[in-house]
């Protein structure tokens, strides 16, 4: 741009310099040959005076080139130097109140860099909001789905096909979920293992819905259909079709709703299944794979001679939990737990109990 303004204004001054030499050449020319009405006119004044600004013109741009540039460059400063409380002011504001306006100039390790950046100002410690945010990125913004209203139902009731008393006594425990997501994938997937290794993978795969540990005990184990029995699968309010493979470490139930879904829109899906468990293990674990907005769980255990029932939530979130709890005297005992607001994963709730013959 600076060398076209100074081609221009070279360009100009030579044209205006060669004109004013042929208009003084031509005042010359009349005076020499009499015509009288070139003589009226002013061509030697006008030639003189585009001649004096031509050269004018040429020689002060070549003298003050430097000095210009300098003066302009002051102005600038002076402007930017008064200007620049407004301009980050607006910039600030402009990335406050249109945050998506970050995405079109900032990629996304910049937009990292300036989460941890103000996260260290609002804390006062750096290395603080760097461990902080990155948690935070993997456990939400690494998170495959996002769980919205979640609800989860116990039921326990005696297992009759196994001991009362002594080694090996159950509790059938018949769980159903129900939770709206956006799915990112038109598969769920519920396992039951005996491995601990292969739990602790499935745990924390995102294509695994439900993960569920049984100890072998007696001629039990995970693969055993006592041990692991699938009920029933609803994709917004419709029953699905599941296939269950087995193997000898384990068995899955697989369900494919593709074609009753369209991919991007949420969908509120619901599953029961009953499992087995010990009756002298006193605990039943509730996890939430995936960060959760608003959680509900629920426990019934009538007839089942606990005497008393114990929550303990491990449930991620500033806010305290809201329990209800119904005594083994009443007709019909449960506890309840519920959270408003967002839990990160790995959180959940277990339920603990103790039996009468204990306390007897």
Avoid at 8 to 17: E, R, S
Avoid at 201 to 218: Q, R
Wanted: proline share 5%; charged share 20%.
């Amino acid at each position: 741009m600076e060398r076209l303004y100074q081609t221009k204004l070279a360009l100009l001054a030579t044209i205006v310099t060669v004109v004013g030499i042929a208009l003084m050449l031509l005042a010359h020319w009349a005076g020499g040959n009499g015509s009288t009405w070139l003589n009226d006119l002013p061509i030697m004044e006008v030639g003189s005076a585009l001649f004096t600004t031509g050269l004018i013109a040429i020689f002060f741009e070549y003298i003050d080139q430097t000095d210009a540039e300098t003066r302009a460059n002051q102005r600038l400063r002076k402007v930017l130097a008064e200007e620049a409380p407004a301009i980050r002011d607006a910039v600030v504001d402009g990335f406050a109140f249109a945050p998506e306006s970050l995405t079109n100039v900032a990629s996304t390790s910049t937009l990292d860099r300036i989460v941890e950046n103000c996260l260290s100002l609002r804390l006062g410690d750096q290395e603080l909001a760097t461990d902080a945010y990155r948690d935070l990125r993997e456990q939400i913004i690494g998170a495959r789905q996002r769980w919205g209203d979640a609800h989860v139902s116990v039921a326990l009731t005696p297992w009759k096909n196994g001991p009362a008393t002594g080694n090996g006594p159950m509790f059938v425990a018949t769980i159903s979920w129900e939770y709206r997501f956006v799915p990112s994938s038109p598969l769920l997937r519920f396992s039951c293992v005996s491995d601990l290794d292969a739990f602790r993978e499935l745990s924390v795969d995102p294509t695994s819905t439900t993960a569920w540990y049984f100890a072998p005990i007696g001629n039990l184990d995970a693969s055993s259909p006592e041990a692991f029995e699938f009920v029933q699968v609803a994709v917004n309010g419709k029953a699905q079709a599941v296939r269950r493979s087995a193997r000898k470490s384990g068995q899955t139930f697989t369900c494919h709703f593709g074609d009753d879904v369209n991919a991007g829109h949420e969908i509120t899906v619901s599953y029961t299944y009953r499992v087995l468990v010990q009756r002298h293990g006193h605990v039943l674990h509730l996890d939430l794979a995936q960060p959760t907005k608003n959680f509900r769980a629920e426990l019934w255990y009538g007839d089942c001679g606990i005497r008393r029932m114990n929550v303990i939530d491990y449930l991620s979130g500033p806010r305290q939990p809201r329990y209800r709890h119904l005594e083994a005297s009443d007709p019909s005992p449960n506890v309840e737990v519920a959270y408003e607001g967002w839990t990160f994963p790995k959180g959940g709730v277990a339920f603990v109990w103790v039996l009468d013959e204990e306390l007897s």
